[in-house]
């Protein structure tokens, strides 16, 4: 077996190289950090609609306003103020199947109908709603679809799906999840939208990366916004006040009624 290697980087005493690029020289100052995220990732630098969608997937994807991951930010924040890291990790560490999980899931989800309809021959609408009233008639949830906010359309959603158009990057992914919406509402009656999620999976499967790799392309982008609550929650904190209402809002309830009620 050959020993194991890196491509990620090296560095000597007058040079740093990040898969293959000159730090200094090629990169620092001449490349958006978002190209560089996308180069880390996927191991070489995007051209320009990549660029310009993995960029506006990253800002999509950073702010949530005050949601259980910034909660997390900003209550580490204040009980350990002298490590922000550890804020920012907490506010990242909350990513799974209910938050930003499900652009994995909806990816995992998009590949598999595609490579049905690729392995049988049948059209994808067939095997769409085959899946459709298998699972969403069932009670089984969509990935990347259904917001509790934007109940209507997701404006990210927009935004993504025209620069994918403009771009000519629109691909297999959009077209697939599109389907995937229309036919959950001809079958179930209900009007789900297409969420940020269910976007930002499409666009990038549509950019060629692999549903695996999304949840770690989106974390970049969560870390960025648990250090802006971080940084706010240091120079205007929240917590002191959530803290005060706990009580109020979270009543104590005596157990005893419950363990005899369990007898």
Known sequence: MSAPRQSMGVASADRIVVRGHDLCRDLAGVVPFGDVVFLQIVGRLPSTPESTIG???LTCLMEHGM???????RLTAAGSPEAVQ???AAGVLGAGSVFL???EDCAVLLGTLHDGHVRTKAPLPEIVRTWVRRTVCDGGRVPGLGHPIHRDQDPRTIRLFEL????GAAGDALHTIT??????EEETGRSLPINADGACAAVLLDLGFPPQLLRCY???????GAAGHVAEEITRPTTPLLLSRIDELVPYEDPSPLFEEQR
Not at 67 to 73: D, F, I, K, R
Not at 164 to 167: F, G, N, P, S
Not at 179 to 184: C, E
């Open 101 to 103: 999980g499900a652009l």
């Open 67 to 73: 949601t259980a991951g910034a909660l997390a930010a």
């Open 86 to 88: 550890a804020a920012v």
């Open 218 to 224: 989106a974390a970049v982008a969560r870390a960025a």
């Open 164 to 167: 994918a158009t403009e771009l």
């Open 55 to 57: 960029n506006a997937v």
């Open 179 to 184: 389907l995937l919406r229309d036919t959950v």
